[in-house]
């Protein structure tokens, strides 16, 4: 049962577009979420986060969105540059242990 | 600056071999995880501990055991190699009641 889902394994865009990276979740008890990029070799780092009485928070490039009704949020980056090319994990958590639950991720390819 | 050190990036083993992956933080956080990624299955949680001495299964904990005799320190033991452990290992930790978590940068593992 997987409760937090990234449906697209990968995305191309190119350098100065915009990219929109998508996580939908199941569990009505998540109300912290958190994006994390992955380089090849690395540990994830930490990106962007939001908490469930927003529905937006940005960070320079970065922004997320979140739609409660729809249990969806997403991530959009602008403008895209090639070292935003990475993995990017959705993570999710809520209730009383605050552990999170990761998302498949998504490849994100920004080409020059 | 806080840091998460996974005493190996490479390791490569044999199969019935009995292997540890040692994770130390210098941040006094109580929480410590122990996760795998695998291409088209994401961050997958093997076990986790509150505090001392305190460890709990996480979604896929068959063929591991972990060990937390000191705050700083998650061991995590492959009580005895297979080729279907051959994975990228992540430790994490975090401070209760923070939401996000800091990664180590990762050990490679390939079991022959």
């Known amino acids: 049962d997987q409760q937090v889902k990234q449906n697209s394994p990968s995305l191309s865009v190119q350098e100065g577009r915009i990219s929109i990276l998508n996580c939908d979740y199941t569990n009505s008890m998540f109300d912290y979420f958190l994006w994390y990029k992955k380089y090849p070799a690395e540990g994830p780092t930490f990106l962007i986060s939001i908490s469930s009485i927003k529905d937006k928070n940005e960070d320079g490039r970065f922004t997320v969105f979140l739609n409660k009704s729809a249990k969806h949020l997403s991530l959009h980056i602008v403008p895209s540059q090639p070292g935003d090319s990475a993995v990017y994990f959705c993570a999710a958590s809520g209730g009383s242990n605050y552990k999170l639950t990761f998302g498949k991720g998504t490849l994100l390819t920004v080409n020059p | 600056d806080v840091k998460v050190t996974q005493s190996s990036r490479y390791l490569v083993k044999r199969t019935g071999e009995k292997v540890f992956l040692e994770c130390v933080q210098d941040m006094d956080h109580e929480n410590m995880f122990w996760y795998r990624q695998d291409p088209g299955l994401g961050l997958r949680l093997i076990y986790f501990?509150?505090?001392?001495?305190?460890?709990e299964k996480g979604d896929i904990p068959e063929g591991y055991s972990v060990s937390r005799e000191k705050k700083e320190r998650f061991s995590l033991i492959l009580e005895s190699a297979s080729t279907n452990q051959t994975s990228m290992y992540l430790c994490?930790?975090?401070?209760?009641?923070?939401?996000?978590?800091?990664f180590g940068s990762g050990t490679r593992l390939t079991v022959v």
């Open positions: 501990s509150y505090d001392v001495k305190m460890k």
């Open positions: 994490a930790s975090r401070l209760t009641g923070n939401r996000g978590y800091t």
